[in-house]
């Protein structure tokens, strides 16, 4: 299984940050990747410069047969297509793809690391990814996600809220 965490902390010409993260998702179905699950939106401040807008992010499960790297590809091209341009590391941005686990295979390559390096620690990235796959397990340090959501410290749980579903329909 392939997890993608989805954020948005800019509205775009296609509206704001949930219809962002909605269009990139219509756009996976467009390339037709099998799409098996979505988390909850969940919204965040901005990491690491708190005054910026906040995100809103979730979490997709799906499958492909494409490469990691031809993934990559496809995933930054809905970026783009999203608006999203890359100035500046951590700035604001309309859409950003992150790709968290492919497959449970560890990728240490230039272009691409999985699973991706911080996902353990971020608090956007594990509960939306605890609430579609409770029983996941980190490829690299072989740990089940209830141990990196019991390591977060309180103020990570207490910064995070769940907006509620998509209304994003996976056929």
């Not at 796959?133 to 309180?154: A, C, M, Q, T, Y």
Request: hydrophobic share 35%; charged share 25%; net charge positive.
């Amino acid at each position: 299984m392939i997890y993608l965490n989805i954020g948005s902390n800019l509205p775009s010409l296609n509206g704001g940050r949930k219809n962002n993260i909605e269009k990139a998702i219509n756009h996976l179905k467009d390339l037709k990747f099998n799409l098996i699950k979505l988390s909850s939106f969940y919204e965040t401040p901005s990491y690491p410069d708190k005054s910026n807008p906040k995100f809103i992010n979730l979490c997709v499960k799906l499958e492909t047969k494409l490469k990691p790297l031809i993934f990559l590809d496809k995933i930054k091209e809905i970026e783009t297509k999203l608006g999203r341009t890359r100035l500046k590391k951590n700035e604001p941005r309309t859409c950003d793809i992150d790709i968290i686990d492919y497959n449970g295979q560890i990728i240490d390559s230039y272009e691409l690391i999985t699973p991706h390096p911080k996902s353990h620690l971020r608090n956007f990235v594990i509960y939306p990814l605890k609430e579609i796959e409770p029983n996941w397990l980190h490829p690299v340090f072989n740990k089940k996600i209830d141990s990196f959501f019991l390591e977060l410290d309180k103020n990570s749980h207490n910064e995070i809220t769940r907006l509620g579903k998509s209304g994003i329909l996976l056929l």
